[in-house]
């Protein structure tokens, strides 16, 4: 690592006290001096580290320096869209009105935030063709779930109880099976025909009486997209169901294709990959769902409403905003109004780049993927050989059978500074690597992945182990990394001998 910290991280700030070491100064005590109470109410050892302040500075910001993070390294993370989130997009959240307000305050004292938000819900509807928005849920995948209850509730209003499948492309990311059996539907796996796209031919064999509706992704999670859609929105809704889309990979499609148009009914966004909010470490997320007029009347609580509807905000002061209720609601998805700060980010983040802003990100997501596909198709077995929209989804079968394998390529590019592509993802590619540039990365750097990538296939061939053992200069090497997710260690203990 070029910046090594002067001090041992690898020990524990804890194992770094010296007696009588201090890093802070305490004001002078201005409350009566009062007894400690009992012994017996008292713990024997309450463990702090004596340090100094710079030992802390120090300590922490190395710490925060041994990850990868979108601000230090490429991070072509596949599907995950880890773009660079502009800076101005957190200024703007930390504005004391928009950081400070509480979801409880009436409305009356909240107009400023109501506004954003009926401007964001307006944009989001724009934007994908589907008008009516709800941003009360919290994830893509709570997004989905929502859509699935929608759909549930849609076909039950009606009165129609046949409808328990839901059809899934097999390509699908794991979440859409699980969203649609937690809202109670069987899932029905749809095979992608030869070219990446939905089979017509397996869904013309589940378009039926009993079909609810299918979930689609588009672009696809091949990064494809999918030139039968039209017609395989109209199969399922000749057959009586709806379409649901997967708008995870809307950075595809910005300003340039919308959902609705197409025959979707409805689609979730997942803000915190297009539309810019730092995420990876879990969380926060927010993930609308945008539908069209069938569904509006069952979208989750609350939505934001304005006295003079249309009026997509701003143009006059007397417009009042309010929390409501949709008529034939689900319910809350969520205690309050969504995550209100990547909600501000977005918005944000939308009004910085502007319509032709959105169509640019559209276009250059979609051109430095195709670079990166054309840069690496001699080197790795490219399984779908199409122009792909904004990822590229390479198999390394080639390098698989030379003896190492996608998940050591992924470790070894860590030695050459990047973080790993998507690995084993989709699915139905062996070997998957997921490879998303993202529209903010520059020529050089795509160019020096490309050359990485290369590099790596030379590797493999020429001194396998050094690939096999990969990574060599990151500060741990190979993680228990299900463990590291499930129990996580982080607290000091005691050692106990
Ligand atoms: C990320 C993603 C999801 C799930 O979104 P979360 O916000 O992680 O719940 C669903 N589908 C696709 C294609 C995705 O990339």
Known sequence: ????????????????????????VLPESDVPFQQLPDGS??????????????????????LSQLNFSI?????PLGSCTMKYNPKINDEVAFLPGFAGIHPLQP???????????YRLQGFLGEITGLNAVSLATLAGAHGEFAGMLMIRAYHLAKGDTARRKVAIPDSAHGTNPASAAMAGFEVVELASDENGNVDMEALQEVAGPDL????????????????????????????????????????????????GELGFDVAHLNLHKTFSTPHGGGGPGAGPVCVGDTLAPFLPAPVVVSDIPGNNGGTDDNTTYALAEPENTIGKMSGFH???????????????LGADGMREISGNAVLNANYVMQGLKDAYHLP????????????????KSRGVSGLEIAKRLLDYGFHSPTLYFPMIVPEALMIEPTESETLETLDSFIQAMRDIDREVTENPDLVRHAPHTTPVSRLDEATAARQPDLRWKRQTS
Not at 107 to 117: D, P
Not at 217 to 242: K, M, Q, R, W, Y
């Open 384 to 399: 779908y050989d199409r122009t792909c929209m904004h990822e590229a989804v390479f198999s390394a079968d080639w390098q």
């Open 338 to 352: 969504g995550n209100f700060g990547v909600l501000v980010r977005a918005y944000t983040y939308i009004r910085t």
């Open 107 to 117: 409305a009356e004292q909240s107009q400023g935030a109501l506004e954003l938000l």
């Open 212 to 259: 609810a509706g299918v979930m689609i992704t588009l672009p696809s999670t091949l990064g494809l997209f999918d030139t039968n859609i039209v017609d395989v929105c109209a199969v399922v809704h000749e057959a009586g169901g709806l379409v649901y889309g997967d708008g995870a990979n809307m950075n595809a499609l910005l300003g340039r294709v919308k959902l």
């Open 71 to 75: 601000d230090t390294n490429f991070y």
């Open 41 to 62: 109410l008292l713990r024997a050892e309450l463990d702090l580290p004596e340090v100094s302040e710079p030992e802390v500075v120090n300590y922490f910001t190395a």
């Open 1 to 24: 690592m070029a910046n090594r910290p002067t001090r041992d991280t690898s020990r524990l700030l804890m194992d770094q006290s010296v007696p009588g070491r201090v890093g802070v």
